[in-house]
Each structure stands twice: as C-alpha cells, then as structure tokens.
C-alpha cells in the first residue's frame, strides 16, 4: 500500500519554519497521560504496551500531498518523531494501593475493606499516594497514570494538586463482556502468573491448577458492585478532560487498540515540540 507522505529531515524543516536545528532535535517534551476505563477492560495490558513503545525512526517530519513508499516493513510515523520510548512512567494507583493492602499498612486495611465490598476507595487514602508518586524523580521525564481519578471528587483533587493530563485515554467495553473476563482469571500465588480459564488456561500440571486461587474482587458480584459505581462517575471524571479525551473501543485486537492510542499520543507528542519550538 502507498501511503501519501513527504519526508522531510529536521534539519531541512527547520529552515523552511525559520527555526533552529537544535530547537527540532531537542529531547522529547513531558508527556502526561491518564488511562481510564472499567475493571477488565485491557488498561493493563495497552499501559505495558505504551512504556514498551520504541519510536525507530529518524526524526523529521512528513505532510501529506505526495507519495512516499516505506521501505518493506517500515510504518508510517508522525511529525518529530524521536528514537526513543515515550519516556512514560507507569503508575497504576491500583497497584499502588495493593502495595498497601499487602503491606496491612492502616491506609491498605482501610482500603481492602472498601475493594472487597466494591467501592471507591476514600479520597483520602489514595491522593496523597497518587501525588507523591508522581513527584517522584522517574516521573518527572512523563507519566502514565492509570485508574486514577474515578470520580468527580477525585478529579477535583487531583485538579487542585496542579496535576492535569496532556491526553486522557478511555477504554470502554460492555460489562458482559467484561463479567467473563474477570470471573474466568485465576491467579497462582506461588509465582504469581494470572491465567484464564478459557482465555489463557493454566499449564496442565495437577500442582499449579490445585493451587490456582480467585481474588476477593473478581467475584460477580463485586465486580457488578464496580461497574456500578464507573458507570455512575465516568461522566463526570470524563468532563473534566473532554478537550484532550480520547475513546477507544477495548472489544478489539490488543494491537488495534494500541494503534489508536498510539496515534493519540503521538499527535499530543508532537503538538508539544511544535509548541516549544515556536515559543523557543
């Protein structure tokens, strides 16, 4: 397939903006990404596959009006593209609160209670968590935070911590669908693999299955308890980022998922070298 591009190396596209080589060819700007979207939905699965993302290109720029064959199994890429990964730090405030819960810290008693029944966990336990993290030096190159804000009072306090994303990704899936995602997983405590009874069954060896367990939240029962509550705050969270939301459909193969929110990052990546240049 031709795809209709026109490559032009930074060096070349910076003199014809007027601007500097150096201005084009600086390092790759702070990205803010925040992932959303029902329990089971893939979040995990698309988060692993953005810090994994490797830009293999040269940097230049492409505009569309003329052909340009790839060469063979080269693809397509936007505007400044940089040889390197997003540069993304993964914080799951899921996990970040598990680290408590299994830690048996105040915060992670307080928090398992609320998990097993279902519910939002307090504000209070997890903004403080959520801000410190993201303080943290590894963040400060950019961060992905998944699963945080789910309501509208966590959107506020996050919003009055001074942290807002550059895109907001969300991930919807019917809840059926869902439902036979989350009861069929079973985790291995021993090595902590998680397996699928029908999607990704574990190996056929007597002493793994006899110890295979399913965790207190992927019950039925509370997971129609989640679902309830996501679906009576997602609009309210989503709201707040409709100028940078971005909606995927999480149905899909995992790589068409990923080349959706690919292109979103990449595009929010390159509106901001083209801001910094312009402002250099």
Known sequence: MIT?????PAATAARRRGASVSATASAAPQLRVMIAGPPAAGKGTQCAKIVDKVGEREEGQFESGSEFSLPDGARPFSPFSFSSQFGLVHISAGDLLRAEVAAGTPNGVTAKRHMDAGELVPNSVVVGMVTTRLAAPDAAAGWLLDGYPRSAEQADAIEAAGVRPDVFILVECPDDVLVERVTGRRLDPVTGAIY????APPPADPD??????QRSDDTEDALRARLASHHANVAAVVGYYEDVLVTVDGTGLVDDVFATIDRALSA??????QAEAAAA
């Open 4 to 8: 209709h591009l026109t490559f032009r």
């Open 208 to 213: 793994v299955v006899a110890r295979l367990v």
């Open 268 to 273: 929010a990546r390159d509106a901001r070298v």
């Open 196 to 199: 699928h009874v029908k999607f």
